[in-house]
């Protein structure tokens, strides 16, 4: 019996769409769960992407995918692979794999919010598939780590990050759940997969898998070039998504949506990615520096697409966006390094004398901003003070994206401003904006010094902080290297 | 004599702290309850003295907490004389 090409049936069948008689339309779609920006319900219809994947087909390639990864997993277990990569490469999958696998699981519950409250069959379709995706990426990359706990307890943490208050999880916790577990389906597109996929993700995986190669980690290489196949597809549904909006004249709607998410995600980006790339890959693993990824794959290629598609550069861009490229990941890996007991890795402070020459030839000025300050820190390692090395309080936190409030230069303010008698802390002007643009979708949540000043840590010191955070003594994260970027800087002194 | 938190950096250093002072210490107290989280951790000691800054303004070496008026959690600086 002839078959039918697929171009021929495909459409057809997947565009399931019909105008409801028995129910009205906002029983089906109710706009919390939904969100229409008011746009009416066959106006949706013509959402359509490219991949166009049958679900057989779908079954097939994710089996060979999992295929794949799973026998280079069996194989690199009987290696001894993992004791011979860098140590700060180490640090940086740990970190990755604290913050990322159980959020690809929040992911799927976005994905299933939109195979079931997207408003187009061909939209729901792709989302399922998404929704599926997201449990491979959770699946995937919490058994990686889980077969490297015999060698390193810290990869524990690959499950446990997300169950605790740790303050990086909870800056990342509140980032997902704002971008995905809890956003409607419209946003969800626009957010997750248009501004978080598109523009950071899909890049990052594959500068992570490259990476990776580079230096020997052939494992977590193909597990990420693995999954980022799938990234690839899903974040297909923020494009269309974002042309019916604009087509509908809702253009300023999507706008925000996405100035909104940009800069959230930007911050988590530069505490995790930033520090990752510039510190914690070996040296002459370096293909390039943050901030050349940063204007290469992010300015250029992610928003050469996004003004293609009429949209304009988010409004903080030349103000606060570029300005920040240049510093805010550097007093980032200065606090996670001081308050490195905090951490389930153990950061690399990466300021080697060559280091630091590189340091100073990527980002010109480093020496005197953040170099002065780790001159300090070598002279106290050096004399054995590393008491002095150590923290006796805790920073303060932005109240938006959770992360320390770090200064580019001496002398300025963070933004304290109040809302409803609650006092705020901002680290910039975006921040303060984003917080302030929806304040009913943040005010309850309080910041980790916010639960501190109302006594929910206990004892009030940093062993109590430690506690609350989740964090054991044989995780707690000490200098990747023993210190010895030190010893070396002192022989090459003497 | 209360338990007093402030957000305060000590000027050069990178990053904001929570700094718990006494509402009776005055601002010399409140300096050097600053600078030790700071002066010899990451910013050079030069045995400079130091002083307070709010709002633009350096506050006198002898007013308490209580009097100078800053409402708890205010950000307040520290930096060396001169
Ligand atoms: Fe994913
Ligand atoms: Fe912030």
Known sequence: ????????????????????????????????????????????????????????EYVHNQAGKDDGIYSIRSTIARSNLYDNLDVGWKSAIKAHYGAIPVPEYFASIGEARMARFGRAAAWRNMATFGTLDECRHGQAQIYFPYCLL???PQFDWAHKAMHTNEWGV??????????????????????????????????????????????????????????????????????PTLRIMIQNGKKAEAQKLVDQMFWRSWKLFAL??????????????????????????????????????????????????????????????LGVWFWRPTVWWNPDAGVSAAERDWLEQKYPGWNARFGKLWDVIADNVRAGRIGKTYPATLPIVCNCCHIPICSPSVGQAPRITSHNGRKLSFCCEVCEWVWKSQPERYDTHLSVVDRFLAGQIQPPNLEGALQYMGITPEVAGNDAEGYAWNRMASLAAE | MA???????????????????????????????????????RVVDTGAPKRVYYNGKELPPRMTVKESGIPPMDWIEVAYVG
């Not at chain 1, 008689?21 to 959402?47: C, H, Q």
């Open chain 1, 1 to 56: 019996m002839p078959k039918l090409q697929r171009r021929d049936y495909y459409d057809t069948a997947r565009d399931m769409n019909w105008a409801f008689s028995y129910v009205n339309e906002d029983e089906v779609f109710p706009e919390e769960l939904s969100k229409s920006f008011g746009i009416k319900g066959d106006e949706w219809w013509g959402w359509d992407e490219p991949y166009k994947l049958t679900y057989r």
């Open chain 1, 150 to 152: 015999g060698k390193d």
């Open chain 1, 170 to 239: 909870i800056a990342a916790r509140s980032l997902f759940d704002d971008m995905f577990t809890a956003n409607d389906a419209v946003s969800t597109a626009i957010q997750l997969t248009f501004t978080f996929e598109t523009g950071f993700t899909n890049l990052q995986f594959l500068g992570m898998a490259s990476d990776a190669l580079h230096v020997g980690d052939i494992e977590f290489g193909a597990l990420i070039s693995s999954i980022q196949t799938d990234e690839a597809r899903h974040s297909q549904q923020g494009e």
């Open chain 1, 272 to 333: 995790l990615t930033g520090i990752s790339m510039d510190y914690y890959t070996p040296l002459e693993s370096r293909t390039m520096s943050f901030k050349e990824f940063m204007q290469d794959w992010i300015c250029r290629q992610f928003m050469d697409q996004f003004k293609d598609l009429g949209m304009d550069l988010p409004w903080y861009w030349e103000k606060h966006f570029l300005p920040e490229l240049d510093w805010v990941h550097h007093a980032y890996h």
């Open chain 2, 3 to 41: 338990l007093f938190p402030l957000q305060a950096n000590f000027r050069g250093d990178f990053v904001v702290l929570l700094i718990p002072v006494d509402d009776g210490d005055d601002m010399t107290a409140v300096a050097e309850k600053v600078a030790q989280h700071s002066i010899g951790l």
